[in-house]
T-cell receptor, first 115, second 115 residues
Framework: AQSVTQLDSHVSVSEGTPVLLRCNYSSSYSPSLFWYVQHPNKGLQLLLKYTSAATLVKGINGFEAEFKKSETSFHLTKPSAHMSDAAEYFCVVSDPAGGYSTLTFGKGTMLLVSP | DTAVSQTPKYLVTQMGNDKSIKCEQNLGHDTMYWYKQDSKKFLKIMFSYNNKELIINETVPNRFSPKSPDKAHLNLHINSLELGDSAVYFC??????????????FGEGSWLTVV
């Protein structure tokens, strides 16, 4: 069975400061991992994904995440927050064997950015 | 050009009514999904169709009936609506199933409120 834990339900930062959103996973296999972002009243947009290639994954809007197998983590970072980054962020784990296994979503982290 | 579009975006209806949400994707994907996001923002899959065939049917009340006339469309019909059905319903699509490296593309959601 697979699971994902987002360690913070809310993260508050000031504009221009670094962002760290934490995610730990549990999987019986070498997982594929994703980060999605959801802006208010919008759908989910893929930020980045890890699929057993480079462990440091770069995504859109300056975000990146590092897959650390020893720590079972896939934390999302950004060097400098922008007001437009304020949104809900979801960490997602997937069984890499393909087929029709299910994605498992974390409970989300709300990123708040103050001026 | 919206990749995954769903209508209506907002729907307010009374208990006991029957309603439908429509979804269309123009990405050429062969798999479509319905997800439910509850009031705590938790996302869970409801159904998955591959080439019009039902693949995943989670423990969803049989008041919910998906219909896929072709692989570009997956509609969700809900009978005898209950207060607990109030949620955001997301349509999504991908190549192949959810597992592995397949990126899932989400629509912008349909906010259903049952009063």
């Amino acid at each position: 069975a697979q699971s994902v834990t987002q360690l913070d339900s809310h993260v508050s930062v000031s504009e221009g400061t670094p962002v760290l959103l934490r995610c730990n996973y549990s999987s019986s296999y070498s997982p594929s991992l994703f980060w999605y972002v959801q802006h208010p009243n919008k759908g989910l947009q893929l930020l980045l994904k890890y699929t057993s290639a480079a462990t440091l994954v770069k995504g859109i809007n300056g975000f990146e995440a590092e897959f650390k197998k020893s720590e079972t983590s896939f934390h999302l970072t950004k060097p400098s927050a922008h007001m437009s980054d304020a949104a809900e962020y979801f960490c997602v784990v997937s069984d890499p064997a393909g087929g029709y296994s299910t994605l498992t979503f974390g409970k989300g982290t709300m990123l708040l950015v103050s001026p | 050009d919206t990749a995954v579009s769903q209508t209506p975006k907002y729907l307010v209806t009374q208990m006991g009514n029957d309603k439908s949400i429509k979804c269309e994707q123009n990405l050429g994907h062969d798999t479509m999904y319905w997800y439910k996001q509850d009031s705590k923002k938790f996302l869970k899959i409801m159904f998955s169709y591959n080439n019009k065939e039902l693949i995943i049917n989670e423990t969803v009340p049989n008041r919910f009936s998906p219909k896929s006339p072709d692989k570009a469309h997956l509609n969700l019909h809900i009978n005898s609506l209950e207060l607990g059905d109030s949620a955001v319903y997301f349509c999504a699509s991908s190549f192949g199933g959810q597992g592995g490296r397949n990126t899932i593309y989400f629509g912008e959601g349909s906010w259903l409120t049952v009063v």
